[in-house]
C-alpha cells in the first residue's frame, strides 16, 4: 500500500528587507522576504515540489504582497549586497519593486517629517500643561 499526498507546505524567511508601511494595519515595520513551496509527498516525506510562491510579510499583520520569481530574486540580490554595502541604486530598485505590488514606502524625508511634527505636538501639549 502506497500512501500519497499534496499540499504539505514548507517556507523559508530570508530575513528583513525593509521598513514598508502596511495597508492592512497601517504600522511601518521591516518586512519579511519568504519563499513557500508546497509538495507532493510519498509517505509523508516530501519528494517533488508542484508550486512555489513568493511573499513579502508584514511581521504584525502577517498581511503579504505577492511577488513574481524575478522580483523575488532581484529583491534577495539586494539583501545579500546591502548586508555587504548599502546603495542607493538598490535602495531605489526595492522602491519600484515594492510599490509595483502595492506596497507603501516612505522616504527618509517623509520620516523626518513626520518625527518633527510628533515633536511638535509633544512640545505643544507641554506648554498647553505649563499654562494650566
Not at 528587507?17 to 513551496?37: D, F, G, H, P, S
Not at 516525506?45 to 504584525?60: E, G, H
Amino acid at each position: 500500500m502506497i500512501i500519497i499526498g499534496w499540499g504539505f507546505k514548507t517556507s523559508k524567511n530570508y530575513g528583513p528587507v525593509r521598513k514598508i508601511q502596511c495597508n492592512n494595519c497601517n504600522n511601518e515595520a521591516n518586512w519579511y522576504l519568504q519563499k513557500m513551496t508546497t509538495w507532493f509527498t510519498l509517505f509523508f516525506i516530501p519528494v517533488i515540489p508542484y508550486r512555489i510562491n513568493y511573499f513579502l510579510i508584514c511581521p504584525v499583520c502577517r498581511n503579504y504582497l505577492g511577488l513574481q520569481k524575478e522580483e523575488f530574486e532581484q529583491l534577495r540580490e539586494i539583501m545579500e549586497s546591502s548586508a555587504a554595502n548599502k546603495s542607493s541604486d538598490d535602495s531605489s530598485r526595492l522602491n519600484s519593486i515594492v510599490n509595483k505590488a502595492g506596497g507603501v514606502i516612505r522616504t527618509e524625508t517623509q520620516l523626518n517629517f513626520i518625527r518633527d511634527m510628533q515633536e511638535f505636538e509633544r512640545e505643544k501639549e507641554r506648554r498647553n500643561k505649563s499654562t494650566q
